[in-house]
RNA sequence: GCCCAGAUGGCGGAAUUGGUAGACGCGUCAGACUCAAAAUCUGGUAUUGGCAACAAUGUGCAGGUUCGAUUCCUGUUCUGGGCACCA
C-alpha cells in the first residue's frame, strides 16, 4: 500500500465538503478564536506559488486552535471592487462583473486545491449588493456624523445642531480640513447667526464637520485619456497607457475625516500586537509634530496684493535666527500674490514645470529645483529680510504648505541654500561644520539675539513664549496623515447613496439601500472629468435632484468586511450585535506590509467609529498581526551572442546563438575571446570577417520560461518549441561543445538566474495547480512553510520540494511498506520512544505558537528520522503524531488516523500535551572555551557546582595542555549554556 | 529624498533571553541494492592547510562594548516593501 496523495486528498476534501467539516457556528461554548486572511483581489492572473503562503499560515494556526478546543472563525471572501477589472473592460470588452465572476471562480478552485479550511458558507464579496448595501450603510453613518472633540468621539451630527442652535461655533471652532477644506463653510458664526443662515449655509457648514465630507482635491489628469489616473498609472509625468501628459486637477472629492482620529489611532497601538516596526509605520504615517505657526511680516509691506503675512509651520522655532529663506508650495495661495514684476516670467515657468510633476517624484527627487519670489520676510525679532522662495520639496498639504528654512540645522534646507547660494547663518557654533546640517537640539545657541547661550532644546519653550505674547507664533500640533480621499471617478466601485440638490448633499433613506450599480455597456470616462455613471442620464437625474456619479474606492468595503464574515447573511444589519460581541476581534490578522498604513489605518478608523456610534462593542479591529513576506520568483536565462556586419545587419536573427552560463562566466573579463572562440565554434560563422564580429559583438541575457528548466539545466528541445525565435538556435554548452539546429545531445547547458519579483513578464511564475498535481497538496503546504520566516521574503525554488515529499512518504512507511504491508502496531513505547514523542510535541507545539512554521516542518522531519532509525511504528507514538501533523498536512494525517482505526476525524482531535516527565536531563555535554573560542565538550551533571565545575576543568587534558602549566584568569560557568576558561 | 525591513555554506534556511555558527532540507560526492534505471538506504560535504589529530579563517562592510557578539551599539553598502487613486 503506497501513499497515493492524488487520492488520498481528493476523497478528503469530498468528505469534508460533504460533512461540511469547517462549517461553524454563532453559538459555542467553546472559546471562540477568529483567525483572518488579508482580503485577496481576485486578479485576471490568478494564484502563484507566492499568494497561498500567508493563507497556509493561517490555515495551520487555525487548524491548531481547532485541536486546541476552539471555536474557530476562518472564512475567506473577495474584495471584488477595483481599478484593473474595469481597465481590463476599457481593452477587453468584458463587464467588470464578468471577468470578476470569472476570476472569482478561478481563484475558488486553486484554493480548494490546497485543503483550506475556509467556512465557505460565510464568503463575501465586495461587488455584491447584499455586501455593498452596507458599505452604503456605514458610509451614511459617517456622513450623518462629527467628532466631538471635547468627547473624543463620533456622536450624531444632530448633537452638532444642538450646540450650533445654542452657542454657534464659537466653543468648538472650526475643523482643520487640511485636505481639500470646504472653504464656503468655513466661518466663525454665533448661534444667532446660525439662525439666520438660510439651508445651503448650514449645510455647507455641517459638511465642514461631517466624517465623510465633500471637499476639493488634486488629482492626475490625462486630457487624453479623459480619465483619472492613479498614482502607478502615471510614469515621468505622462500616462503608463500610451504616454499622454498628466497634470493635477481641482475636483470635488469625498473625504474621510481621519485625521480626526490621529490621536486614537497612535493610542490604539498601545492595545494591539503589531511588530513594533509596524506601529513605527503607522506612527511616523500619522505623522504627530509639536511645534508653532509663526506669521512673518512681508516686505515690500504691504506685498503687491496687500498680504502682509506669511504663516510658516515648524517644530524648531528654537532655531528661528538661523532663518536664510522660506520655502512656500507652488500651490500656496500666496504665490500669486506676492510674486513680484520681475520675477513674474520665472515663477511662471516653474509653476507650469510643477504642474506636470506628480506627488511622488516631487518627493522622490534629489535634484534641488526653485524660484525666488521677489518678496521678502521679516524676521520678527532682528528685522533680517529673508526672502520667499517657491519650491516643489514643500507640499501644500502640509502644516501651513511654507515653512521657514534653515541651512545649518536642516539637511535639505542645507542642500537647497547651497544650490542656490544663499549665505548660510551658523547658530550653532563648532556644531556646523560648513559641509553638513546638523539637526541637533543640544547645541548652545550663538547668533541668535536673546536665545544667546541657551540650549536649544530649552530654547523652544522660551521662543514659543515670546512669540504668543507678541501675538505672533502660536503652539500648533500637527499632523502629517490627511484626510482619506473617498471617491474615485470610475465605474466598478460601491455607488454612493446621496442625490444633490441645488448644491446640497441629501443622503437617501437607509430603506433605498442598496443603491445599485446600473449596468453600464461601455466604460467611457464621462465629461468634466466624472466617472462613466455621469453618462447614465436615466440613472443620473433621481428625486428632482442629481446623483453622485463618483463611486467609493478599493479600501471601502475591505475596511469593515472582517465584521460582515461574523454574520454574512443578515439582511436586517451589517452584523448582528450579538454575533460581533461573540467573535469579537480578530485573534490573528495575516497579510502583507504593503498594507502598513493604508488599508490597517482606515479598517482601524471605520471600527473605531463604529464603536463611538455604539455598533459594536471594540474599537480595535484586528488584536494581533502577522505580517507574511513576498515569494519572489527565480528567473532563469539564456545568453545570445549579438553581433552585426558593417551593414547593421544582424544575422542572428535565423540562427541565434545561445551560449550557457558557465561560458559566459569564463570570458567575463574577455570579451573579445568569447567572440573568438563562438565563431571557432559555430559553422555558420566560418564564411564571415570575423574580425566585424569582434568589433560588434554582445551578450543578450534573455528571460525564458523557468518550466522549460529543471534546476539550472535547459531543456533544450522545450525551449526550441517555446518560440520560433529559438527553434534553430545553436546551443554552445557547458562543457564548449556545440549542439546545432535539430541535434541533440548528452551534453549540459546550464542557466543563469536571478531573483525576481514573480511576474508573467519574467517568465518566472509557478502556479501552484501544477505543484499540488505533482506532489499533493499536504507537500505543498508544507514546503511552502519549509521555505522559511514566513514574515520574510524569498525566492521559490521548486526543486527543494522533494525533500518535504520525501519527509511524507518517509512518514507513510512508518505505517506500510511497500513489500510487507501494515507495519504499524500497538506494542507498548518504550521510554526513549516516549522521550521522542514528548520532544516533539514541545517542539512542534512551541513553533507553531510562535508561527515558526518552517522549523516545525523541520521539527516533523526530525520526529520521523529519528523513530525510522529506530525502526518505531508504534500507534502510541504515532497516533499523537498525525494530531501534531494535522494542521500543516491534514489530507495525510486524516487518511493515517482512519487507517490506524479511528472512525471520527482527526480535525476533531485533541492536541497532545507534552509531559515534562519524559523531557528532564540529568546531565549536559558542555562546550568549553578558552577565551571565548571552544576548544573541548566535557559531560557534566546539571547539579555541579562552580567549585566541581572548576575542578573538572583543571583536571581535563586539553584544557590543561592550553593552561600550558599556568592557571587561568577566571572560569567562567553558566549552568545549562557553556564553560569558559580565560587565560 | 523620507519611513520600515533584510543580508549567515553552492542554495533555502537554523541558532527562541549575549553562550558549541551552519539544525532541517536541496544540491553535490562516494558507497549499498539493481542486468539497468527509478525509488530507497548508508556515509561525507563552510573555507584553507593537513593522511589524521588538529589549526587558522568565517554570519554584507568598517569600527566598538563584552570573558564571550549572527544576536547589543555607531557608521556604511546593497536588496526588498511603502510614500496617500494598484489592491
Given at each position: 500500500?503506497?501513499?497515493?496523495?492524488?487520492?488520498?486528498?481528493?476523497?478528503?476534501?469530498?468528505?469534508?465538503?460533504?460533512?461540511?467539516?469547517?462549517?461553524?457556528?454563532?453559538?459555542?461554548?467553546?472559546?471562540?478564536?477568529?483567525?483572518?486572511?488579508?482580503?485577496?483581489?481576485?486578479?485576471?492572473?490568478?494564484?502563484?506559488?507566492?499568494?497561498?503562503?500567508?493563507?497556509?499560515?493561517?490555515?495551520?494556526?487555525?487548524?491548531?486552535?481547532?485541536?486546541?478546543?476552539?471555536?474557530?472563525?476562518?472564512?475567506?471572501?473577495?474584495?471584488?471592487?477595483?481599478?484593473?477589472?474595469?481597465?481590463?473592460?476599457?481593452?477587453?470588452?468584458?463587464?467588470?462583473?464578468?471577468?470578476?465572476?470569472?476570476?472569482?471562480?478561478?481563484?475558488?478552485?486553486?484554493?480548494?486545491?490546497?485543503?483550506?479550511?475556509?467556512?465557505?458558507?460565510?464568503?463575501?464579496?465586495?461587488?455584491?449588493?447584499?455586501?455593498?448595501?452596507?458599505?452604503?450603510?456605514?458610509?451614511?453613518?459617517?456622513?450623518?456624523?462629527?467628532?466631538?472633540?471635547?468627547?473624543?468621539?463620533?456622536?450624531?451630527?444632530?448633537?452638532?445642531?444642538?450646540?450650533?442652535?445654542?452657542?454657534?461655533?464659537?466653543?468648538?471652532?472650526?475643523?482643520?480640513?487640511?485636505?481639500?477644506?470646504?472653504?464656503?463653510?468655513?466661518?466663525?458664526?454665533?448661534?444667532?447667526?446660525?439662525?439666520?443662515?438660510?439651508?445651503?449655509?448650514?449645510?455647507?457648514?455641517?459638511?465642514?464637520?461631517?466624517?465623510?465630507?465633500?471637499?476639493?482635491?488634486?488629482?492626475?489628469?490625462?486630457?487624453?485619456?479623459?480619465?483619472?489616473?492613479?498614482?502607478?498609472?502615471?510614469?515621468?509625468?505622462?500616462?503608463?497607457?500610451?504616454?499622454?501628459?498628466?497634470?493635477?486637477?481641482?475636483?470635488?472629492?469625498?473625504?474621510?475625516?481621519?485625521?480626526?482620529?490621529?490621536?486614537?489611532?497612535?493610542?490604539?497601538?498601545?492595545?494591539?500586537?503589531?511588530?513594533?516596526?509596524?506601529?513605527?509605520?503607522?506612527?511616523?504615517?500619522?505623522?504627530?509634530?509639536?511645534?508653532?505657526?509663526?506669521?512673518?511680516?512681508?516686505?515690500?509691506?504691504?506685498?503687491?496684493?496687500?498680504?502682509?503675512?506669511?504663516?510658516?509651520?515648524?517644530?524648531?522655532?528654537?532655531?528661528?535666527?538661523?532663518?536664510?529663506?522660506?520655502?512656500?508650495?507652488?500651490?500656496?495661495?500666496?504665490?500669486?500674490?506676492?510674486?513680484?514684476?520681475?520675477?513674474?516670467?520665472?515663477?511662471?515657468?516653474?509653476?507650469?514645470?510643477?504642474?506636470?510633476r506628480s506627488e511622488r517624484e516631487r518627493m522622490a527627487e534629489k535634484k534641488i529645483s526653485g524660484v525666488f519670489t521677489g518678496t521678502y520676510a521679516e524676521n520678527p525679532f532682528d528685522g533680517r529680510k529673508i526672502p520667499v522662495w517657491i519650491s516643489e520639496y514643500v507640499l501644500a498639504g502640509y502644516g501651513t504648505g511654507a515653512i521657514m528654512g534653515v541651512p545649518c540645522g536642516d539637511e535639505r534646507d542645507h542642500k537647497f541654500a547651497r544650490h542656490f547660494k544663499i549665505p548660510i547663518t551658523n547658530i550653532i557654533g563648532k556644531h556646523y561644520d560648513g559641509v553638513e546640517a546638523n539637526p541637533t537640539k543640544d547645541a548652545i545657541l550663538e547668533n541668535s539675539g536673546f536665545l544667546n547661550g541657551m540650549i536649544m532644546r530649552d530654547a523652544i519653550e522660551v521662543v514659543l513664549q515670546k512669540l504668543e505674547s507678541m501675538k505672533i507664533g502660536q503652539r500648533k500640533v500637527n499632523y502629517k496623515m490627511r484626510d482619506a480621499a473617498f471617491s474615485r471617478q470610475r465605474y466598478w466601485g460601491e455607488p454612493f447613496p446621496i442625490v444633490w440638490k441645488d448644491g446640497i448633499a441629501e443622503p437617501l433613506p437607509e430603506s433605498e439601500l442598496p443603491v445599485l450599480l446600473p449596468h453600464l455597456d461601455e466604460l467611457k470616462p464621462g465629461p468634466d472629468a466624472e466617472g462613466p455613471l455621469a453618462n447614465l442620464d436615466s440613472w443620473k437625474h433621481y428625486k428632482g435632484g442629481i446623483r453622485e456619479v463618483n463611486t467609493m474606492p478599493g479600501y471601502a468595503g475591505s475596511s469593515w468586511y472582517f465584521l460582515r464574515y461574523m454574520d454574512p447573511h443578515n439582511e436586517n444589519e451589517f452584523c448582528d450585535r450579538q454575533a460581533s460581541d461573540y467573535w469579537n476581534q480578530v485573534d490573528l490578522y495575516i497579510g502583507g506590509t504593503e498594507h502598513a498604513v493604508g488599508h490597517l489605518l482606515y479598517s482601524r478608523m471605520w471600527t473605531k467609529v463604529l464603536f463611538d456610534l455604539d455598533f459594536i462593542g471594540y474599537d480595535e479591529p484586528y488584536r494581533k498581526l502577522v505580517n507574511q513576506g513576498m515569494i519572489q520568483g527565480s528567473s532563469r536565462f539564456v545568453y545570445r551572442f549579438d553581433y552585426k556586419l558593417n551593414d547593421g545587419v544582424n544575422l542572428n536573427a535565423e540562427n541565434p546563438v545561445l551560449i550557457s552560463h558557465p561560458i559566459v562566466e569564463k570570458f567575463k573579463e574577455n570579451e573579445k575571446g568569447l567572440a573568438e572562440f563562438i565563431v571557432s565554434k559555430v559553422d555558420q560563422f566560418n564564411s564571415q570577417d570575423a574580425s566585424k564580429i569582434f568589433a560588434s559583438s554582445a551578450i543578450t541575457g534573455l528571460h525564458i520560461d523557468v518550466n522549460l528548466v529543471s534546476g539550472l539545466e535547459l531543456d533544450l528541445a522545450g525551449l526550441r518549441n517555446w518560440r520560433t525565435e529559438y527553434e534553430n538556435a545553436y546551443f554552445i554548452m557547458d562543457d564548449g561543445s556545440v549542439v546545432k539546429p535539430g541535434e541533440s545531445s548528452t551534453s549540459t547547458y546550464t542557466c543563469g538566474a536571478e531573483v525576481e519579483k514573480m511576474s508573467k513578464r519574467y517568465y518566472n511564475v509557478v502556479n501552484p495547480d501544477d505543484i499540488v498535481m505533482k506532489y499533493g497538496a499536504d507537500t505543498y503546504r508544507m514546503y511552502e512553510m519549509f521555505l522559511g520566516p514566513v514574515e520574510q521574503s524569498k525566492p521559490w525554488e521548486t526543486q527543494g520540494i522533494e525533500g518535504v515529499h520525501r519527509f511524507i512518504k518517509k512518514l507513510w512507511r512508518l505505517f506500510y511498506d511497500d513489500m510487507k504491508g501494515k507495519v504499524w502496531n500497538e506494542e507498548k513505547a518504550s521510554e526513549a520512544e516516549l522521550k521522542i514523542l514528548h520532544k516533539s510535541i514541545k517542539k512542534i507545539g512551541e513553533d507553531t505558537e510562535r508561527f515558526s512554521f518552517n522549523t516545525g516542518v523541520s521539527g516533523f522531519m526530525i520526529f520521523v528520522n529519528e523513530l525510522s532509525d529506530i525502526k518505531c511504528s508504534k500507534k502510541e507514538i504515532l497516533e499523537p503524531l498525525l494530531i501534531l501533523l494535522t494542521p500543516y498536512a491534514p489530507h495525510v494525517a486524516e487518511e493515517l488516523w482512519h487507517l490506524l482505526g479511528n472512525s471520527t476525524s482527526i480535525l476533531d482531535a485533541t492536541y497532545p500535551k507534552a509531559n515534562e516527565k519524559f523531557l528532564v536531563e540529568t546531565s549536559k555535554n558542555y562546550p568549553v572555551s578558552i577565551n571565548g573560542k571552544v576548544r573541548t565538550q566535557i559531560d557534566i551533571t546539571l547539579d555541579a557546582s562552580q567549585q566541581e565545575v572548576e575542578q573538572i576543568i583543571l583536571d581535563n587534558e586539553i584544557i590543561k595542555k592550553w593552561l600550558n602549566g599556568g592557571a587561568p584568569k577566571k572560569i567562567i560557568y553558566v549552568k545549562n549554556k557553556m564553560i569558559n576558561v580565560v587565560l
Open positions: 500500500m503506497e501513499y497515493n496523495f492524488r487520492d488520498i486528498e481528493k476523497k478528503w476534501q469530498e468528505k469534508w465538503k460533504e460533512q461540511k467539516a469547517y462549517e461553524v457556528s454563532n453559538n459555542s461554548v467553546r472559546p471562540k478564536y477568529y483567525v483572518l486572511d488579508m482580503f485577496p483581489y481576485p486578479s485576471g492572473t490568478g494564484l502563484h506559488v507566492g499568494h497561498p503562503l500567508g493563507y497556509i499560515a493561517s490555515d495551520i494556526f487555525a487548524r491548531y486552535k481547532r485541536l486546541q478546543g476552539f471555536n474557530v472563525l476562518h472564512p475567506m471572501g473577495y474584495d471584488a471592487f477595483g481599478l484593473p477589472a474595469e481597465q481590463y473592460a476599457i481593452d477587453h470588452g468584458i463587464h467588470p462583473a464578468v471577468s470578476t465572476d470569472q476570476n472569482i471562480s478561478n481563484f475558488r478552485k486553486q484554493l480548494d486545491n490546497i485543503g483550506f479550511s475556509f467556512d465557505w458558507s460565510r464568503e463575501v464579496r465586495t461587488s455584491d449588493p447584499k455586501f455593498y448595501k452596507w458599505t452604503q450603510w456605514i458610509f451614511l453613518k459617517l456622513f450623518e456624523s462629527w467628532y466631538n472633540r471635547s468627547t473624543k468621539k463620533a456622536e450624531s451630527i444632530s448633537t452638532l445642531e444642538a450646540i450650533f442652535e445654542k452657542e454657534g461655533n464659537l466653543k468648538i471652532g472650526r475643523t482643520q480640513s487640511a485636505a481639500g477644506g470646504n472653504e464656503s463653510g468655513s466661518i466663525d458664526f454665533s448661534a444667532d447667526q446660525w439662525k439666520s443662515f438660510d439651508e445651503k449655509q448650514r449645510q455647507d457648514i455641517l459638511m465642514n464637520y461631517r466624517l465623510a465630507f465633500c471637499g476639493y482635491g488634486e488629482v492626475n489628469w490625462c486630457e487624453a485619456l479623459g480619465t483619472v489616473l492613479a498614482n502607478d498609472e502615471v510614469i515621468n509625468g505622462v500616462s503608463e497607457r500610451g504616454g499622454y501628459p498628466v497634470v493635477k486637477k481641482k475636483l470635488r472629492q469625498w473625504y474621510l475625516r481621519i485625521t480626526e482620529y490621529a490621536d486614537r489611532l497612535l493610542e490604539g497601538l498601545d492595545t494591539v500586537e503589531f511588530s513594533d516596526s509596524m506601529k513605527e509605520m503607522q506612527t511616523n504615517w500619522i505623522g504627530k509634530s509639536y511645534g508653532a505657526e509663526i506669521d512673518f511680516h512681508l516686505t515690500p509691506n504691504p506685498s503687491p496684493s496687500g498680504d502682509s503675512f506669511l504663516r510658516v509651520y515648524t517644530t524648531r522655532p528654537d532655531t528661528i535666527f538661523g532663518v536664510d529663506f522660506m520655502v512656500i508650495a507652488p500651490e500656496h495661495e500666496l504665490v500669486e500674490k506676492i510674486t513680484s514684476a520681475e520675477q513674474q516670467k520665472e515663477v511662471e515657468g516653474y509653476l507650469s514645470y510643477v504642474k506636470s
